[in-house]
C-alpha cells in the first residue's frame, strides 16, 4: 500500500526530492514522498557500492518503476557505510514508508558543512507548489 | 502544434485517478491503481482497456477482397465470414509499415483495426480503404474470466454484431494480452454505458502500462519498438503471417529471406542477473539491440526482445545486456516468455 502524502519536518531536502537525516557526522538519505509517488510502484533499486563515495548533487544509484528509471541525487558528500538490503530485495518498502523502512543509503559526511545548503521544510514545500 | 485527443472515456479516467500520458496523439490513461495490480488481473479474472485510439479501415465493394491480398502479408482466404486474421502491411522493400487485425465481414467486406500512430501511413498505402477511426470506440476485455464476467461466448479470432450488457458491439474474439478475452467495438455515444456496465461486473480498469508489459511477456511485437518499415516479418519471427506463395507488396525480399536467412532475429530473453533491461540498451554477447524491455510482473524478473545475430539466436543461449554500463547476464529463451496454465 502507497504512503500518505508527509514531509517530516526533522528532515532536509534536496531540490532533486531526496531527504537526509543527519545524526553528527552521518547521514541516513532516501527520495521523499513526491518522488516515489511520480514514479508509481518501484520495482527495482541499483545501489552504490557500500565503502564507495558519493558526492553531493551526483547520481549514486538508481530506481525504476515497471515504465522509467529515475537518477537517484546524493544530498550530501561522503563515503557509502550502508546500503538498505532490505530494500534492494524489496524495493516497494519506497513506496510502502519512504521515510522509514524505506530508507535507501547511511553516508558517512565528509563535509558536513554542506548540511547549511540543503532546504528545510518550509523551502521544500515552497518549491513542491511552484 | 495539434493539441491532444481525448476518447469518450476521458472523463471517465480522470474520475478515477489514472495517470494521464500523450500516446500516439492521445491523452490515455498510463495506470489507474498500478501497473503491476492491473497485469494481474488480467493475468488472473478479468481487466478492461480502453483502447479507442486505434484505428479503423473499411474497404466494401467488387475487387475489395482481390485489393487487400494484394497488399496484406496473410493470406485472405484462409478466413471466412465472421473470421478475424493478423496480418502485416508490407513496404516494397518488404519492411513493416504496420501489423493489423483485417476483420471479414462478407465477401469483398472488410475492416482493418490498427495502430493508432500508423492510421496515417496506413491509409496511405491503402488510399481505397475509408477511415472510420471515428466511427467507433473500442473496449479490450481481457482475462480467464473476461467472456463469463460479460456472459459471452465467443471462439478466438471470430467476431459477429451483438448486445453487450445492453450495447450493440461488434464483439472480436481478439486481443493483445496473451489471455482470452475480447475487443468491443461501439458507437462512441454508447462507450461510456458500455464501461459503467463493464466494471459493474468486477471487471478491473487497466492502462496502456499493463498492456505493454502483458503484451511483452506473450511476445506480441509492438510496431515501433520491435517492428517497424526497417525490419522484415521474415526477421520479426513473423513469417507465419506472411503467404509467400501468394503476391503482395515486398514479398520477393521475404521470399529470398526465407529461402537464404536473415543476418539478424527477434528473440525473446529473460535476464538471470537483477536489472530491467530498456528499449534501445546494447546487447554486448552477441550483439544486439533491446527493442521492448521491463520487468515482468508475473516472474519478477527482467524481461525484453532483442535484434541478434539469426547465429546465436537459439533458445537457451546466454546474453549480456549493458543496464547503463552494468553488464547483466541473461538468456534467450522460446517465446512466449510467459504463458498462464491453461490460457
Redesign the interface.
Known sequence: MAADESYPEELKYHREHDWAKVDGDTATIGITWYAQDALGEIVHFEPPEQGGSVAKDESYGEVESVKAVSDLVSPLSGEVAEVNQAVVAEPEKINEDPYGEGWLIKVRLSDPSEVDGLLDLAAYKELLSE | MQTARRTPLYERHAALGA?IVDFAGWEMP??YA???EEHRAVRTSAGVFDVSHMGQLELSGVGARDYLQERLSNDLGRIGDGQAQYTLLTNEQGGITDDLIAYKRGDDDYLLVVNASNVEPDHAALPDTSDVSDRYALLAVQGPEALERLSLVLEPFTFREDDVLGVRCLVAGTGYTGERGCELGCDPDDAVRLWDAILARGVVPCGL?AR??LRLEACYPLHGNDISPERTPIEAGLGWACALDKEFTGVDRLRRQKAEGTSERLVAFVLDD???P?QGMELTDPPGQVTSG??S?MLGVGIGLAYVPSGSAEAGTTISVDL?G?PRKGHIVKKPIYKREGA
Open positions: 495517470r498510463v495506470q498500478g501497473i503491476q502500462g505493454d508489459t537483477r536489472g530491467i530498456r521491463s520487468l510482473p547503463r552494468r
